[in-house]
Structures are given as C-alpha cells and as structure tokens.
Nanobody, 116 residues
C-alpha cells in the first residue's frame, strides 16, 4: 500500500506563486510515475503535470511555462512549483502515483484558490 499526503495549497492573488508537495509513504519501491491533477468545480479532473522515474516530464498546455514539476527520489516526494497563477488555476489539486505502471494511488487533495 502507498499513502500520498499533499500540502502547500492556499489562497493567493493572481500572478502569485505556490508550491505543492506530495509525500509518498508505505511500500514505495514500485512507484514509477508521479504527477499532479486538478479538479475545478463542475469540471472533470484533468492532468496538470507528470514526472516518471526516467524520461521527460509532461505538462498540460495550460500550465506550460508557468508550472514546474520535480521529484526527490530520496524523500519519495514530488513538488509542483506554480508561478504566474491565474484565477482559472483555482481547483483542488490531487497527487497521483502509479505503482508498477498498473495500480494508481491518489492523495486527498489540496485546495488552491487564486483571486483576481
């Protein structure tokens, strides 16, 4: 079993920055890809960014150039640095981890609110 705990959400003005963290615990040896997704009210959950153990990171077009995903393997933690935040970035952000490329784990979510 893998547990994911997010932190770092909050309220920020447009143009501001936030850094989200997601720490994985439990049996983490099988985790390969980690990532961030978000869900705004009335909308489907969507991909924000993913980072595999190897290969390149992947970003949604809407956040390219503003958000940066990174990973600390020693700490089993993935980060999302969000700069130039916009009101449309307001959502609950969820951490996701894939185990052996098959089983998926989700965090509980952290609220990000961007005021105009």
């Amino acid at each position: 079993q893998v547990q994911l705990v997010e932190s770092g959400g909050g309220l920020v003005q447009a143009g501001g920055s936030l850094r989200l963290s997601c720490a994985a615990s439990g049996i983490v040896i099988g985790i390969n890809t980690m990532g961030w997704y978000r869900q705004a009210p009335g909308k489907q959950r969507e991909l924000v960014a993913t980072i595999p153990k190897v290969e390149n990171t992947n970003y949604a077009d809407s956040v390219k150039g503003r958000f940066t995903i990174s990973r600390d393997g020693a700490k089993n933690t993935v980060y999302l640095q969000m700069n130039g935040l916009k009101p449309e970035d307001t959502a609950v952000y969820y951490c996701r981890a894939t185990e052996f490329g098959v089983r998926v784990y989700w965090g509980q979510g952290t609220q990000v609110t961007v005021s105009s």
